[in-house]
T-cell receptor, first 114, second 116 residues
Framework: AQKVTQAQTEISVVEKEDVTLDCVYE???????LFWYKQPPSGELVFLIR??????QNEISGRYSWNFQKSTSSFNFTITASQVVDSAVYFC???????????FGKGTRLHILP | NAGVTQTPKFRILKIGQSMTLQCAQD?????MYWYRQDPGMGLKLIYY???????DKGEVPNGYNVSRSTTEDFPLRLELAAPSQTSVYFC???????????????FGSGTQLSVL
């Protein structure tokens, strides 16, 4: 069965600091998909990135970057020069090509302090 | 383009009452999902469907039922509401292209349910 672990329950950083959110996953399948979603205080869920297991390239999108390492089963998310608007709960999620369930981690609540 | 529409947005139920949470998508997505999010917690999968007529249990299916008679609609039924079902419920859909190929989820805005 799949499992997603986000060990950091809550993180607080001062604005403009860099912060990394950890995501460790477990699956026996070789083809799988990883996702990150953001849930701001308003409550909606916003898609950030999707990565399949065959694409280990790191991704950068503005101040956001993702580091995918199959060797450590990790898909970590870094925010550079954080801003107050980045304050949210961030979820990592996993599904595989043999199981259509999409399983979420418990989320990391990020506070960016002005 | 409405995306994923959930109704109602808020509901208060008494213990033992029943209700149906509605979810509809207009993107012709095959895959649909129901999640619950307890206060301060993550998303737990209740039920999911990979197409009309096909449903399957998720991580926490007890106390719920679903049906998928059309591609567009995926209602979630609570038969005998209990306080433990107090939660925010999210419906989501994605363009499943078969053979286990998964795209991103599109989420509804959620239904906040309180059972008293």
């Amino acid at each position: 069965a799949q499992k997603v672990t986000q060990a950091q329950t809550e993180i607080s950083v001062v604005e403009k600091e860099d912060v990394t959110l950890d995501c460790v996953y477990e699956t026996r399948d070789t083809t799988y998909y990883l996702f990150w979603y953001k849930q701001p205080p308003s409550g909606e869920l916003v898609f950030l990135i999707r990565r399949n297991s065959f694409d280990e390239q790191n991704e950068i999108s503005g101040r956001y970057s993702w580091n995918f390492q199959k060797s450590t089963s990790s898909f970590n998310f870094t925010i550079t020069a954080s801003q107050v608007v980045d304050s949210a709960v961030y979820f990592c999620a996993l599904t595989t090509n043999r199981d259509d369930k999409i399983i979420f981690g418990k989320g990391t609540r990020l506070h960016i302090l002005p | 383009n409405a995306g994923v529409t959930q109704t109602p947005k808020f509901r208060i139920l008494k213990i033992g009452q029943s209700m149906t949470l509605q979810c509809a998508q207009d993107m012709n997505h095959n895959y649909m999902y129901w999640y619950r999010q307890d206060p301060g917690m993550g998303l737990k999968l209740i039920y999911y469907s990979v197409g009309a007529g096909i449903t399957d249990k998720g991580e926490v299916p007890n106390g719920y039922n679903v049906s998928r008679s059309t591609t567009e609609d995926f209602p979630l039924r609570l038969e005998l509401a209990a306080p433990s079902q107090t939660s925010v419920y999210f419906c989501a859909s994605s363009l499943g292209q078969g053979a286990g190929y998964h795209e991103k989820l599109f989420f509804g805005s959620g239904t906040q349910l309180s059972v008293l």
